[in-house]
């Protein structure tokens, strides 16, 4: 065999096998940068909406997306100081102020940090201010953040559900009535 001859048997035999791994490489970075987009978007969709599920979700998957990578050395910087930032006790509504102003900086920080590692041109203030977050979202978000507080006051007896006494002949006799209803109801139910 010649010298020509083994190099063409040995091009058939790893040209394909080389062929499967570099495709293999390929497919593989293309995840893990996909990965790491789907975090961004998912970040920049929900700024508006801190206390979301799939924001939170995705502020715990940078650890593991971005810190092996020195490429993303800023970005991990930023994630913990916004990190460090969230985990701060807040006890006075002052406090309350700053800190959440803190925050949506240290979280455009981020945002800029990851968008310029990734491709894109977002600058600091597009990020912080261009955000479309509904009215009626905030009026529900606080409606039911009242509600949850009311019935946590109720249920810790803080508060109580004020009452009125009827003392109405109609409504009293109507009373009666409904009660003897539901008595014969629950017996029938009962005896079944």
Do not use: C
């Not at 080389?18 to 789907?38: H, M, Y």
């Not at 990190?83 to 981020?110: H, M, S, Y």
């Not at 507080?149 to 508060?159: K, P």
């Amino acid at each position: 065999m010649t010298v020509d001859e083994i190099i063409t048997v040995v091009a058939l035999i790893l040209g394909p096998i080389l062929a499967v791994q570099v495709a293999t490489f390929l497919e593989r970075r293309r995840n893990v940068k996909n990965r790491r987009v789907d975090i961004f978007k998912t970040l920049m969709a929900t700024r508006g909406s801190s206390l979301s599920m799939a924001h939170v979700e995705a502020l715990n998957r940078i650890d593991l997306e971005f810190s092996n990578d020195k490429k993303y050395k800023k970005i991990v910087e930023a994630w913990k100081e916004y990190f460090d930032n969230l985990g701060q006790r807040v006890e006075t509504d002052e406090q309350f102020i700053v800190w959440t102003a803190k925050n949506e900086e240290l979280l455009a920080n981020l945002l800029y940090e990851m968008g310029q590692s990734l491709g894109y041109k977002f600058d600091k203030v597009l990020i912080k201010r261009n955000i479309y977050s509904p009215v009626g979202h905030a009026n529900v978000e606080k409606e039911n953040g009242m509600i949850r507080r009311g019935l946590l006051d109720f249920l810790n007896s803080e508060v109580t559900i004020p009452m009125t006494l009827i003392n109405d002949d109609a409504t009293l006799q109507k009373q009666a009535e409904f009660q003897e209803l539901l008595t014969k109801y629950y017996q029938k139910e009962l005896e079944k």
